[in-house]
């Protein structure tokens, strides 16, 4: 499959740290990428996404930053909270009109301590 | 307004047999994507509804296939049942095609014996 999700990477921190998130993408012509955050028992939720024509777009504590340079994707949380804890997912979309998929990141689970 | 909507919740089937999800979209979301989550594989995309025409497919076999009706609401079967579909079956809506903004329901658990 194209996502794997065998061990899933974690990121613990303190209650009131800034997080970041990251997530590499393999397929220099996706223009459209998202993150997702997935609580246990629930599906994902949109947090925010951006175009490949944009470097950084902001949300309300969240920041997505794209390095198309690199191909690579970051979520930054800023003053976490318990209730972020969660596993958070990346997604590209890839292919032409017709043929078009997203492909989601492995994911990372994020762990916010009190 | 109501959040993407799944039944069942959970299902168990046996090998052979063939199971369909149903998913109600957001009211107003003409887009409807189905997804498999499984420990092993993670999320992947099986196929996208818009106005009841499929306008992208994933790589998965034919046993897998979908509709989708003029109020939006989809369904989702999978035919011939393998221990290896037992998997999270998520659908997602969104406004329109592309996959952009979609909001996914809760999933139906799907365990084949």
């Known amino acids: 499959g194209e996502s794997v999700g065998l061990h899933l990477p974690t990121l613990s921190v303190q209650e009131g740290d800034n997080s970041i998130i990251n997530c590499a993408y393999s397929n220099s012509a996706s223009d459209y990428f998202i993150w997702y955050k997935q609580e246990s028992g629930k599906g994902p939720q949109f947090i925010i996404d951006?175009?490949?024509?944009?470097d950084k777009r902001q949300g309300q504590r969240v920041t997505v930053l794209l390095n198309k340079t690199v191909k690579h994707l970051s979520l930054q949380i800023a003053a976490t909270q318990p209730g972020d804890s969660a596993v958070y997912f990346c997604?590209?979309?890839?292919?032409?009109?017709?043929?078009?998929?997203?492909?989601f990141g492995t994911g990372t689970r994020l762990l916010v301590s009190p | 307004k109501a959040g993407v909507t799944q039944t069942p919740r959970y299902l168990i089937k046996t090998r052979g047999q063939q199971v369909t999800l149903s998913c109600s979209p957001i009211s107003g979301h003409r887009s409807v994507s189905w997804y498999q989550q499984t420990p092993g594989q993670g999320l992947q995309f099986l196929f996208e509804?818009?106005?009841?025409?499929?306008?992208n497919k994933g790589n998965f076999p034919g046993r897998f296939s979908g509709r989708q009706f003029s109020n939006s609401r989809s369904e989702m079967n999978v035919s011939t049942l393998e221990l290896g579909d037992s998997a999270l079956y998520l659908c997602a809506s969104s406004l329109g095609t592309g996959f952009y903004e979609q909001y996914f329901g809760p999933g139906t658990r799907l365990t084949v014996t």
């Open positions: 509804y818009f106005s009841e025409t499929q306008r």
């Open positions: 951006i175009r490949s024509n944009m």
């Open positions: 997604a590209e979309k890839r292919g032409n009109t017709g043929f078009q998929k997203l492909v």
